[in-house]
């Protein structure tokens, strides 16, 4: 957190700019996140969360102060966790790991969307450039430079800068749901991990950790957010799974013989 408000200080018309174009992508990815944990626990026969009004993608609906907050400036936070009874379910055990897993699924489903949304993007505006160079030099800046700023530069180059903010959004988007898929599996409470572990490994009947251990996991999890520990570590972890993205993308595109 603290890096980010410097680099606000150093550069604030930069980072407003990164505020605007990722905050939409941020909440809709935290409000999908929630809405898919409460379709599913309805789908296994507890309605409370459909009752309460949670089954909606209205962001209203879902979001957290602090854990939207944090969303907004290290990239990853929470949404208010979505009301279950697992007294409802049809299955006490396997259909706590459905709804668990929920969450983490449909960012994992919207981080692939994102990637092959952010692919096409790319592929049309090469397609779209006028200047028969451009496969080659396309070619030589994939192999040097990042490729989602390449992807960005092209997007403006063939379409303007508004194009160019677009893909940024959308990549602030697939991003973001990277980040929401690796956070949330961390296997402490209260995360969804914590249930996943729980069902799979301990198997103990209570499906939720007591409040004082959710309260000491939560105290743990917030500090290594403001000290920037968890931050670095799950940089790290997403940063891998983006550069594998990125190689398979180039991939594709020499392929489809758009980039040489």
Partial sequence: MISYIDEFFRDPKGMLIFF????????LALSLHEFAHAWVANRCGDPTAKMMGRMT????????????????????????????????????????LKVSVAGVTMNLMLFALGLVLMLLFL????????????????GLLLERYDYYNVAIYQAEQSFGDIAGYLFQMLYYFTVTN??????????????????????????RRQLFANP???RIASGVLFALMLTGLLGRA?????SQVLDGAARLSVAALRGMGLVI
């Fill in 234 to 238: 799950l940089g790290w972890i997403d």
């Fill in 212 to 214: 004082q251990t959710a």
């Fill in 178 to 203: 990277l980040v929401l898929c690796v956070f949330n599996l961390l296997p402490v409470p209260p995360l969804d991990g914590y249930h996943v572990l729980n069902d799979l490994v301990l198997r």
């Fill in 57 to 96: 993608v209205n962001p209203l609906k879902h979001l957290d102060p602090l854990g939207t907050l944090l969303m907004l400036v290290v990239g990853f936070g929470w949404a208010r966790p979505v009301p279950v009874n697992p007294r409802n379910y049809r299955n006490f055990r396997r259909d706590d």
């Fill in 123 to 138: 592929a049309v505006s090469i397609r779209k450039s006028a200047d028969p160079e451009t496969p080659r030099i396309m």
């Fill in 20 to 27: 605007l174009l990722a905050f939409p992508g941020r909440i």
